[in-house]
């Protein structure tokens, strides 16, 4: 196969068009084009008057050869992909089937991998099934009880179902992880497309019943599911696992579950779990992280900020990443933006309140939605050890709690900067999923860290226009950007404890979907390579 990159086309081309783009720069007839994949897919806006899409393909030719040293321009070259490879089972033999704590996706790529190369992995998840656990988060949402153990954090599918459900990652991929996992998705209901787009998102719509039938799968390779089960202890036996202590939340049962293998794939807001660890002498540390509030605009306006007033009528709801340093050493960023989307209630614990962002597949809601977000550190969390991020990030919870009354606290821009009540909404409504009212979220954080988010609003006004509008719409607080914990691991992927394999987000490894997934099959290779399977 030849690749072909760079490939620039206006965004009212057609398929033809591509197909005469690709002929040219071989020096081909179109009849002579056995075939072709696009590989990456992105939009190029960065000149408003030249707006185009830019396409990487795969392209079948006879006499690849020939046609090489012919082609066009310096973007032409042999395909050359890495293969994913699992590793070759180990040696030592397990008594007792792997334990995977966590169904969020480090958690379910990891049981996928061991599921389908014979291991068997038990998956122990706090929440319920995503089909049982998107009705309790639409009972919550429209005014009911939040259930601390199924909700927008706890739950198959982790924090993750109940998003963008982007794909895209910063992680460095030289082993294929990257597109193993997007073919898996697209295997289990996820669109092609997503294997190809420069920015690919599949939406909490799909991405919940993607999540399901993956379970299926790993249910018909021998493994196992125990939804609403807590792990409350870990017993060891000369430094390495034993057993593990459950519990179950509906009965309030307790069993005990033998295994000398778990995977700690517990996701950002296992608060219990995390001083669990803490108490049963598991090397952990604070870790830096970020704080602020949802922003909302109307996708409109960012539509023809990002494209003009032409192209945005032809393209799709557009995105945005945002970054600034300022000189008082804080960094500001965008963080899971979401175009044509939700703000929501991502609580988790009585009387704390936090918010996330969700779109659906479409993404056609009126409003686009960010987190802008405030670096901090454990110099900001007024207390030591590991698990003072917890509490800093308790502490704001609690108060947006009490500034909403319960329900998501909402103010302007305007007012929040001149530290005033907000009445109403300004030149558009919100779009939310949960209760919200106004507060006074100016009161929310010190004052270094809302300056420090005014300072960001302005600075990316430069680069968006308007979009330190006075009437953007805050809602808070953002506080589950990424685990406030890491728990260090060695080079093959254990704990301070043997037998215990810190994965994903939670852990400190991942900062979304698809880095979560990676590292998820991380650990699954790295057990792999240990042990033999169920199998062997």
Request: charged share 25%; with cysteine.
């Amino acid at each position: 196969m030849i690749r072909i990159e760079q490939l620039k086309l206006p965004i009212s081309h057609t398929k033809e068009d591509l197909l005469g783009k690709i002929a040219g720069t071989l020096r081909v007839k179109s009849g002579e084009i056995l075939g072709y994949r696009i590989r990456k897919e992105s939009i190029d806006a960065r000149k408003k008057d030249r707006i185009a899409f830019v396409y990487t393909v795969d392209v079948e030719v006879r006499q690849e050869a020939a046609v090489l040293r012919r082609a066009r321009g310096g973007h032409v070259s042999l395909a050359k992909d890495v293969p994913y490879q699992f590793p070759p089972e180990g040696e030592a033999k397990l008594r007792h089937p792997p334990v995977v704590i966590g169904a969020g996706p480090a958690g379910l790529f990891c049981a996928y991998l061991l599921a389908e190369h014979g291991y068997a992995p038990i998956v122990v998840e706090r929440g319920k099934p995503v089909e049982e656990r998107t009705e309790d988060v639409a009972r919550f949402w429209a005014g009911g009880k939040l259930d601390p153990g199924s909700n927008v954090q706890f739950g198959e599918g982790g924090a993750g179902a109940f998003s963008d459900g982007k794909l895209n990652t910063l992680v460095k991929d030289a082993k294929g992880r990257n597109r193993k996992a997007l073919e898996i998705l697209i295997r289990h209901g996820a669109p092609e497309a997503i294997g190809y787009q420069g920015k690919p998102h599949i939406g909490t719509d799909v991405l919940k019943r993607v999540v399901a039938d993956m379970r299926r799968q790993i249910e018909e390779w021998g493994g196992t599911y125990r939804f609403g089960t807590c792990v409350e202890k870990m017993r060891f036996s000369g430094g390495s696992l034993e057993a593990l202590a459950c519990r179950d939340l509906a009965t309030g049962e307790r069993a005990v579950l033998e295994t000398e293998l778990a995977v700690l794939a517990i996701g950002h807001s296992a608060r219990d779990t995390f001083q669990m660890l803490l108490e049963e002498g598991f090397w952990m540390e604070a870790k830096p992280f970020a704080v602020g509030l949802r922003v909302e605009h109307p996708q409109a306006a960012v539509n023809e900020a990002q494209y003009g007033a032409d192209a945005a009528r032809k393209l799709p709801a557009a995105s945005y990443k945002l970054t600034a340093n300022l000189g008082n050493g804080r960094g500001v960023y965008s963080f899971c933006m979401c175009p044509g989307g939700y703000v929501v209630d991502a609580s988790s614990e009585a009387g704390r309140l936090a918010v996330n962002g969700m779109s659906y597949s479409g993404r056609d809601g009126a409003n686009a939605n960010s987190a802008i977000i405030v670096t901090v550190s454990p110099e900001d969390f007024g207390a030591s050890g590991p698990l003072s991020g917890v509490a800093f990030q308790r502490r704001l919870e609690e108060k947006a709690y009490r500034l909403g009354n319960g329900k998501i606290p909402q103010q302007l821009f305007g007012d929040f900067e001149n530290g005033r009540a907000t009445a109403r909404y300004g030149g558009f409504p919100s779009a939310v999923k949960g209760q919200s009212a106004f507060g006074a979220l100016h009161e929310l954080f010190s004052t270094e860290i809302r300056d420090s988010f005014c300072a960001g609003m302005h600075e990316f006004s430069k680069k968006i226009r308007g979009f330190d509008r006075k009437d953007a719409i805050l809602s808070g607080v953002e506080s589950r950007t990424s685990s406030p914990v890491r728990i260090p691991r060695d080079e093959f992927f254990e704990s301070s404890k043997k037998g215990v394999y810190p994965c994903g987000e939670g852990a400190g490894y991942a900062g979304g979907i698809l880095s979560a997934a990676m590292d998820g099959m991380k650990v699954a290779e790295a057990i792999a390579r240990k042990y033999r399977s169920r199998e062997g």
